[in-house]
C-alpha cells in the first residue's frame, strides 16, 4: 500500500495493481488509471475544499472510499473512457456543530460496456448542514451501460438537516441505470427495543449509526484501513 502525501497528479500504468491511501490532502488530484489496471484508494478528508478527478481507461477497475468529517467541499469527478471500465466509489460524511459540506459526485460513462457503483452513506448531528450532489451522465450511442448511485442520510438532531439533488442525463436506450436518496431520523422502534434490552438511549443511538455507517466501511478489504476508518467515524459521531 502507498500513502499519497498532498499529491496533485498520479498516473497509474496499464495492467498495474495498486492500493492507495491518503490522510493529507492536496487542493486538487487528478489520476489517469489506465487499461487494464485496478486500483484500491482509501481517502480521508475534511477540513477544507478538494477536488478528485479520476480517469479509467478500457477494462481498468477503480475502488474509492471516502471517509469526510467535518466541513470542506468535496467534488469527485469519474470519467469512464474506455471500454469496460469499472468504477466504485462510497463515500461516508459525518458532521455535528455548526459544520457544514458539500459532496458533489459526476460520473461520466463515456464509452460501451461501463459499470459505475456509488453508495453514500451521512450523518449529520448538532446544526449540521450537507448537501449530496449527485449525477450520472451516459452519452448518445452508448451501450451496454451500468450505472448506480445511492445517497442514505441520518439526521441525529432537530436543527440538522440535509439536501440530496441528484441528476441523471440518459440519452441512450440501452442502459440500467438506478437514483436513489433518503434522508430520515432513527428508527425509534429499534431504540425502543435496545433499550427494552437495557441499553441506554445514548449507546442505543450509537450503535444504530455506527452499523448504518458501517454498510460502508464494512467493504474495506484491508483490515488495518477498515480499522482506522471505523475508529475515526466513532470518534466523530461523539463529538
Known amino acids: 500500500m502507498e500513502t499519497l502525501v498532498k499529491r496533485e497528479r498520479l498516473t497509474v500504468a496499464e495492467n498495474e495493481n495498486a492500493v492507495f491511501i491518503e490522510r493529507e ?8 488509471v489506465k487499461a ?3 486500483v484500491k484508494h482509501y481517502r480521508l478528508h475534511g477540513g477544507a475544499d478538494n477536488a478528485l478527478t479520476v480517469r479509467i481507461g478500457e477494462n481498468a477497475a477503480y475502488e474509492l472510499v471516502t471517509l469526510h468529517l467535518g466541513n470542506g467541499d468535496l467534488s469527485m469527478s469519474f470519467d469512464l473512457a474506455g471500454e469496460g471500465a469499472n468504477c466504485r466509489s462510497d463515500v461516508v460524511y459525518i458532521l455535528s456543530g455548526d459544520e457544514k459540506s458539500v459532496i458533489a459526485s459526476d460520473v461520466r460513462h463515456n464509452a460501451d460496456k461501463t459499470v459505475s457503483a456509488q453508495l453514500v452513506k451521512g450523518a449529520v448531528g448538532g446544526r449540521g448542514h450537507a448537501a449530496f450532489q449527485g449525477g450520472i451522465l451516459i452519452p448518445y450511442d452508448k ?12 439526521l441525529l438532531s432537530r436543527d440538522a438537516t440535509v439536501e440530496a439533488v441528484p441528476r441523471l442525463e440518459i440519452y441512450a436506450d440501452d442502459v440500467k441505470c438506478a437514483h436513489g436518496s433518503a434522508i430520515g431520523t432513527l428508527n425509534q422502534d429499534q431504540l425502543y427495543y435496545m433499550r427494552t434490552r437495557g441499553i441506554d438511549e445514548t449507546d ?7 452499523a448504518f455507517l458501517n454498510e460502508v466501511l464494512d467493504g474495506i478489504e484491508d483490515e488495518s484501513v477498515r480499522a482506522e476508518f471505523e475508529r475515526l467515524a466513532d470518534e466523530g459521531l461523539k463529538k
Open 25 to 32: 490532502l492536496a487542493d486538487r488530484l487528478e489520476i489517469d
Open 36 to 38: 487494464g489496471a485496478r
Open 204 to 210: 442505543a443511538r450509537a450503535l444504530l449509526t455506527t
Open 143 to 154: 451501450k451496454e451501460i451500468d450505472g448506480a448511485q445511492q445517497h442514505r442520510a441520518l
